[in-house]
T-cell receptor, first 115, second 114 residues
Framework: KNQVEQSPQSLIILEGKNCTLQCNYTVSPFSNLRWYKQDTGRGPVSLTIMTFSENTKSNGRYTATLDADTKQSSLHITASQLSDSASYICVVSQPTTSGTYKYIFGTGTRLKVLA | GAGVSQTPSNKVTEKGKYVELRCDPI?????LYWYRQSLGQGPEFLIYFQGTGAADDSGLPNDRFFAVRPEGSVSTLKIQRTERGDSAVYLCASSLGGQKEEQFFGPGTRLTVL
């Protein structure tokens, strides 16, 4: 069982609509949670990063929320655009005993925005 | 360049061959990471460099995989005796300082082992 689970696996919406992507994690201890956007054939690009003390973080039309108690995060996309079509990946970082951090990636949600 | 670059963009090889994948991080970034991404999956951590040294290589799947960063900038991921299961996109990322900082990813190298 993956320590970072995302839902839905894929999503199709019409341009202009809003959507919410979910990320549930079991990683403990936990340092921070990041959302990335990955266009097809490209590397991931960071959208937001939140520590356990932050509840929400916005980046333009993207708003991420975090509930560290329930270990859940969501990414809300407002007024979707065709260019939002991509995979959205949730990443949780975990401090290790050796002083480094381990980054645990979810499998992503593939979003398709239709005109 | 402005971003992380990786070469080649695509590599097709035969089972059993040796391959090298190159990563040029953003200038001045001291941390460098290698990930492997299979189709439909999220990236999987392989190795993390801080400067010239591998600070964490716990993600390397076996001893056929090796990575170097001799001068603290460019890194090469080396795979010996390639297997069909090694086929994936290999992503490189760099960050300015430590692991808490934002990672900037390259476009990846798509490796296909026939």
């Amino acid at each position: 069982k993956n320590q970072v689970e995302q839902s839905p696996q894929s999503l199709i919406i019409l341009e202009g609509k809003n959507c919410t992507l979910q990320c549930n994690y079991t990683v403990s201890p936990f340092s921070n949670l990041r959302w990335y956007k990955q266009d097809t054939g490209r590397g991931p690009v960071s959208l937001t990063i939140m520590t356990f003390s932050e509840n929400t973080k916005s980046n333009g039309r993207y708003t991420a929320t975090l509930d560290a108690d329930t270990k859940q995060s969501s990414l809300h996309i407002t007024a979707s655009q065709l260019s939002d079509s991509a995979s959205y990946i949730c990443v949780v970082s975990q401090p290790t005993t050796s002083g480094t951090y381990k980054y645990i990636f979810g499998t992503g949600t593939r979003l398709k925005v239709l005109a | 360049g402005a971003g992380v670059s990786q070469t080649p963009s695509n590599k097709v090889t035969e089972k059993g061959k040796y391959v090298e994948l190159r990563c040029d991080p953003i200038s001045g970034h001291t941390a460098l990471y290698w990930y492997r991404q299979s189709l439909g999956q999220g990236p999987e951590f392989l190795i993390y460099f801080q400067g010239t040294g591998a600070a964490d290589d716990s993600g390397l799947p076996n001893d056929r995989f090796f990575a170097v960063r001799p001068e603290g900038s460019v890194s090469t991921l080396k795979i010996q005796r390639t297997e069909r299961g090694d086929s994936a996109v290999y992503l490189c990322a760099s960050s300015l300082g430590g692991q808490k900082e934002e990672q900037f990813f390259g476009p990846g190298t798509r490796l296909t082992v026939l």
